[in-house]
């Protein structure tokens, strides 16, 4: 089981059932089932006279090697990644060396680890097929600074970016302009003819430039209107250019294949449910989380005559939250709250938020679960306050809402699932 306090989440049937789905939809797709599914894609793209070197970065991207190496049965002569400091890994294996990084922000650790990747990068031959494992979190987790930038100003500008709402594409545009890695930088490191580039999607929109910044994606990025928009995030740089960035082609073979996205978990999720009786939100659900919150019950008003009873609903995507508090929750925690408050007399729910890979923001939780009898065992002036201090985590924690996981291995954005209805329909 991955949710590690199901039992206690688990007060109705409604509760239980949503969370049966959430667990079974992420243990039927980690991302070494989702490797072995596109075996076919990936081994015609691996010639059997070649060398394979496996590199990765990314919080999948252990399980993700786990699942190439069974696929490559014993042709990986060498295999590097870095996975978060806190991720557990079961298994060794002799071709292998792990490094750790921090996430969500870089650190000197980070450094050291993705200088270490980029050697045995720039280590390969022609002649050598080199396979990447990209996922989610690269971002943090594999990061060298250009010009004369420091981690530490990487560390700080993304945290106030991120603590200022903004969305994923925007962070991964400022990080790009920072990295010598990222944006197709490191294509150029890369000596090998054949690439293949295997991901697994935390991006909804499944643009491969912001999957870890698109360090395989050439790209030209142009920060005129972020600076503006976030000028006191880059105040503490001046004299450091930072403006129009442009990364080189080049003429590799180069095979992007995306594995595992969150379009696959939300209809994995409808299979489970019934599609006769599931409302399917969409894959790019995103936007402030007070925003979100009134889409999400605008949308389940707008269904519920349709459905003439009581009915099913699955959504995916990445929203946003201003943070000015000092309290400890998540995107996911805070938009469970945000829905609860919008609920009316005579209306009830389920409503689960969580993030694939098991951490809401700055909190030990994968999400929350809210309902109802949340709502009753608390009040409007209790959830306002644990939310003008950013403390979702605070309390769900108090109210069986919690939902943990620890870090699953996966990352395909955020999953929403549950159940809506209204006296008298």
């Given at each position: ?18 969370l049966?789905v959430?667990?079974?939809i ?17 081994l ?20 993700m ?8 049965d ?16 079961v298994?060794?294996f ?8 921090t ?6 650790s980070?450094?050291?680890s993705s ?8 280590s ?5 097929v080199a ?16 010009g004369n ?8 500008i993304?945290?106030?970016?991120m ?25 150029e ?17 499944n643009?491969?430039?912001y ?9 030209s990025?142009?920060?005129t ?28 073979k ?18 489970h ?7 399917n ?5 995103g ?6 919150a ?29 943070v ?12 469970c ?11 009830d ?7 694939t ?47 943990m996981?620890?870090r699953?291995?996966n990352?395909v954005s955020d ?11």
């Amino acid at each position: 089981m991955i949710i590690k306090n199901f039992d206690y989440l688990s007060t109705s049937a409604l509760r239980h059932k949503a969370l049966m789905v959430l667990n079974t939809i992420l243990e039927e797709n980690s991302p070494s089932e989702a490797i072995a599914r596109r075996k076919m894609d990936i081994l015609e793209r691996v010639p059997e006279d070649s060398p394979v070197r496996v590199f990765g970065f990314g919080k999948a991207s252990y399980s993700m090697y786990i699942g190439l190496r069974k696929l490559l049965d014993g042709r990986i002569v060498e295999g590097t990644i870095i996975v978060p400091e806190d991720e557990m890994t079961v298994e060794s294996f002799s071709e292998l060396q792990i490094l750790r990084a921090t996430h969500p922000f870089p650190s000197e650790s980070t450094l050291s680890s993705s200088l270490t990747l980029v050697k045995r990068i720039e280590s390969c031959s022609k002649r050598d097929v080199a396979i990447f494992l990209i996922s989610g979190g690269g971002s943090s987790l594999f990061e060298i600074p250009t010009g004369n930038f420091s981690i530490e100003d990487l560390r700080k500008i993304t945290k106030c970016v991120m603590d200022s709402g903004a969305s994923i594409d925007e962070l991964n545009r400022i990080r790009i302009a920072l990295s010598s890695v990222k944006g197709g930088k490191l294509l150029e490191k890369i000596r090998s003819r054949d690439v293949v580039a295997l991901y697994i999607s935390d991006v909804v929109s499944n643009d491969l430039r912001y999957v870890s910044s698109g360090p395989l994606i050439p790209q030209s990025v142009d920060l005129t209107d972020l600076r503006k928009r976030y000028g006191k995030c880059f105040a503490n740089i001046d004299g450091k250019k930072l403006g129009v960035v442009t990364s080189r082609h080049n003429d590799k073979k180069l095979t992007n294949i995306i594995v595992l996205s969150n379009r696959d978990l939300v209809r994995a999720a409808i299979s489970h449910l019934g599609e006769d009786n599931t409302l399917n939100l969409g894959y790019t659900l995103g936007g402030d989380v007070k925003n979100l919150a009134e889409h999400i019950i605008r949308e389940l008003r707008k269904n519920l005559r349709k459905f003439r009873h009581g009915f099913w609903f699955v959504g995916a995507g990445e929203p946003t939250v201003h943070v000015k508090g000092t309290g400890r929750g998540g995107r996911n925690q805070e938009l469970c709250l945000h829905v609860l408050k919008k609920l009316l007399p005579g209306e009830d729910i389920v409503f689960i938020s969580a993030g694939t890979d098991g951490i809401d923001g700055n909190s030990d939780a994968m999400g929350g679960i809210v309902d109802r009898s949340t709502l009753l065992d608390s009040s409007l002036e209790e959830i306002e306050k644990f939310l003008r201090n950013n403390d979702s985590y605070g309390f769900l924690s108090s109210h069986r809402g919690a939902i943990m996981t620890g870090r699953t291995g996966n990352n395909v954005s955020d999953v929403f699932i549950g159940y809506f209805s209204r006296s008298g329909i």
